[in-house]
């Protein structure tokens, strides 16, 4: 096939031979494609049109079935002296002869055309024009390889040669016209650009409809794999159904290109969601692809919109394609009158049809002293787990309900307007929260959109020593290590080998086109309630795309489903910023206890934990903060419009007024102000020291207090009275509060911080004391808030 590369504006997009279905009549050849083809036809039908009368008769002869009488079978003249093949262009064309006898049947060529004698010039040239499309189609048959597309040119072919006998019209004979599902895909592209971006400014708006014809443009020009071809690399696919698309869109769009004697029809008009979510992953890969490779030979005005808008604008078009309740291809949706309809013209060249990803999901079963993932039903060789991990999960019941039970705060917002405020954003007309050109996107989100659409898949795998291993798996592990010994080059390879095939590791795998680009490599200790993280690396040529949080994500939602709610691992210091994202830090929530002696302790690297909540489905977190925040934006452009209210002026001061309560000023409670509390201050002297000496009791027990029972001793650390000027301790404090020395509140809190604030400044943040003084405080203030000494 033609490169596709430089193709004009309003051509149509061809793309490589071998990966899509060749042209008509064009397979294979040098320089061919869907605009030479059609091009070179069209010539030849304006030659053919062009002769004169008795030329056109000897063409039409060719197809007409003799008319002699005695009931001759001939289906076709054919000349005693037929054109040398190929014909030559010198050759000087001899006069038709009506008396020239046919090589078959022996009757004259007038014989054959006695029913044209009275036949006009238009309705002979359209004759004509199916004749040559006969002729092309006759050579796609003889030409085209896969047996699918041989079937339907060789049918068209018998359609038009019956057409032409019977001086017909070509009519497809089918059980279903067009259109073949509604809204189509042209519909459905408007509909989005109407969800999504009809609250932009007129200038965003017109990019945004330019998006949308490129795009709109690649669909009609884009070519189909065959379903062979589908088939090899997508296994679990509706496969008839996209037989049946593709032989339509042979029919209907591809193959009337070419042969204009057969009506032609967009394929964004005819199809609908069903065919769009066939080609939309892969179609999106290589126009982006193809965009960064030509980028030097794009136009100036189109490469920001191309390189940049682009993008963005097919992974928000992708996310409402692949979702299941997206409005925008309802029914019922209605296109505002001023969002209008889009044209469509070419802006990019189009790109050949690679290779979508399939997708599978694995695991949750786990057995700790199994390797690999088992199935519970079947526990056999290292396998795949059969849950998915990319499965909900579902809260619990106890923890759904007191959640429901939890009493209300002054200042919460009404639920009734929560609701209310969810049903304007799940409403296809409410103003979406991003525009295409300024959204910041989650880290994960691109790779949770993969995962949905099949691209890449997610893993739990282990080695076993006494179970017969599994080839595929066995294939992985080999990948994992050679990942993590490529990223990871100051870790030994035979160390990485060793926990990697180890039975009691196991690696979360990251698999993308049936190879490993990622993982990792983690031991669960369930006695100890924690699980050492030992390696964590995706391949260079796919990092900055979300695998990396999206990893740590199902890691997360697999340890909650197996009730360990604890990571910990040693993080050089490139790893210690990926971990802080992923909610790692150096205040470690695990007793030491539990994990000395059991995890690995790795030389100049930090450790870090993180504590998990399994009320928080960690896959689809960005979600729902994105939700959380198109709520509040929502809540905040309605206070605004409450505030906004103008209330007349102060006069009572004119009238020698000299202060009024600040309550009383016009609007001030509308704008959600209340007047300042700080706290409640004990009268009583008994009362409040009742109440500080149950606070000092309960932080005084506290697991993390021992460090601070009793003042510093010079001996256990030298120079400490030389940093620290005013030392503080919790006996120290026992002694002021029995000699009533607190006779407020702000006293009694000005030594407990002081103790806090002495041990952060003598000690370095990766101390034990250090992260005691930290968890201590958090601990008191809310002890001081329970008492309710100061505002919650």
């Not at 979600?623 to 206070?639: D, G, P, T």
Request: aromatic share 8%.
């Amino acid at each position: 096939m033609a490169d596709s590369a430089g193709i004009q504006q309003g051509s149509p997009a061809i793309g490589a031979a071998g990966l899509v279905p060749a042209a008509p009549g064009a397979a294979g050849t040098e320089g061919s494609g869907a605009a030479g083809g059609s091009a070179r036809i069209a010539v030849k039908k304006a030659q053919l049109r062009s002769s004169p009368r008795p030329k056109k008769l000897e063409k039409l002869g060719v197809y007409s079935s003799c008319k002699a009488e005695g009931a001759c079978k001939c289906n076709g003249w054919k000349s005693q002296n037929p054109p040398p093949t190929p014909p030559r262009t010198d050759q000087q064309s001899n006069a038709v002869n009506l008396q020239e006898p046919c090589r078959s049947c022996s009757h004259t060529l007038g014989d054959h055309v006695t029913h044209l004698e009275n036949v006009s010039e238009d309705e002979m040239n359209r004759l004509l024009g199916i004749v040559l499309d006969v002729e092309y189609l006759y050579t796609c048959v003889h030409k085209e390889e896969d047996a699918d597309t041989k079937q339907v040119y060789f049918s068209l072919f018998k359609l038009l040669r019956k057409s032409i006998l019977q001086m017909g019209k070509p009519t497809l004979e089918a059980q279903e016209s067009p259109p073949f599902e509604k809204p189509s895909i042209e519909q459905g592209v408007n509909n989005f650009v109407q969800y999504k971006f009809s609250h932009l400014p007129c200038k965003e708006r017109q990019t945004i409809m330019e998006l949308a014809k490129m795009f709109l443009n690649q669909i009609n020009y884009w070519q189909l794999e065959t379903p062979s071809q589908r088939r090899q690399r997508v296994t679990n696919d509706d496969a008839a159904g996209y037989k049946a698309n593709y032989t339509r869109w042979l029919c209907y769009c591809n193959v009337p290109q070419f042969c204009d004697s057969l009506p032609r029809y967009e394929t964004a008009q005819i199809f609908g969601r069903t065919l769009l979510r066939s080609v939309f992953t892969v179609m999106r890969k290589q126009l982006l692809e193809q965009a960064r490779q030509e980028k030097d030979k794009l136009p100036p005005e189109k490469r920001t919109l191309i390189l940049t808008h682009f993008p963005k604008f097919l992974s928000m078009l992708e996310e409402e394609v692949y979702s299941h309740n997206s409005p925008i291809w309802s029914h019922e949706f209605l296109v505002a009158a001023s969002g209008g309809q889009i044209p469509i013209h070419t802006v990019v060249p189009g790109l050949p049809v690679t290779r979508p990803l399939h997708y599978s999901t694995s695991p949750a079963s786990m057995e700790p002293a199994s390797c690999g993932s088992v199935s519970p039903a079947r526990k056999a060789a290292p396998v795949l787990e059969t849950n998915p991990v990319g499965e909900k999960r579902k809260l619990s019941e106890p923890l759904y309900h007191e959640e429901n039970k939890r009493p209300r705060v002054v200042g919460d917002i009404p639920m009734e307007l929560i609701t209310e405020v969810m049903a304007t954003i799940t409403d296809p007309a409410a103003i979406p929260e991003t525009s295409l050109l300024t959204a910041h996107s989650a880290r994960d989100e691109a790779a949770r959109i993969e995962e949905r659409r099949g691209v890449i898949e997610f893993h739990v795998i282990g080695n076993s020593l006494n179970q017969k291993p599994n080839k595929r798996i066995l294939m992985w592990l080999v990948g994992l290590q050679n990942v993590f010994s490529h990223q990871l080059p100051r870790m030994p390879k035979e160390y990485i080998t060793r926990l990697v095939f180890d039975p009691k590791h196991k690696t979360l795998s990251l698999i993308k086109d049936g190879r490993v680009i990622g993982g990792i490599c983690f031991r669960m200790f369930p006695s100890q309630g924690f699980t050492e993280i030992v390696f964590c690396a995706v391949t260079s040529n796919e990092q900055v795309k979300g695998y990396g949080t999206h990893l740590m994500n199902h890691l997360k939602e697999y340890h909650i489903k197996h009730e360990i709610l604890n990571f910990l691992t040693y993080a050089d210091e490139y790893a210690i910023g990926y971990f802080k994202k992923q909610g790692f830090s150096k205040d470690i929530k695990v007793p030491k206890a539990k994990y000395v002696g059991y995890i690995k302790d790795y030389e100049g690297a930090t450790l870090m934990g993180c504590e998990l909540n399994p009320s928080i489905p960690y896959t689809e977190f960005s979600v729902i903060i994105k939700k959380q925040k198109e709520i509040i934006k929502k809540l905040i452009e309605r206070k605004q419009a409450q505030i906004r209210k103008v209330y007349p002026g102060l006069s009572c001061f004119k009238e020698g007024v000299r202060q009024i309560p600040i309550e009383s000023i016009p609007g001030i409670r509308e704008t959600g102000w209340k007047p300042l509390s700080k706290g409640k201050e004990l009268r009583d002297p008994d009362q409040l020291y009742s109440a500080l000496k149950t606070i000092l009791q309960h932080v005084k027990s506290h697991p993390n207090a021992w460090p601070f029972m009793e003042p510093v001793k010079k001996t256990d650390a030298p120079g400490y009275y030389q940093v620290i000027r005013f030392p503080m301790d919790l006996k120290t404090m026992s002694e002021r509060l029995k000699s009533r020395y607190y006779t407020t509140r702000k006293l009694f809190m000005a030594d407990m911080q002081r103790i806090f604030t002495n041990c952060r400044e003598y000690n370095p943040p990766e101390s034990e004391y250090y992260k005691c003084a930290n968890l201590l405080e958090k601990f008191f203030y809310t002890k001081i808030k329970e008492a309710g000494l100061i505002e919650k």
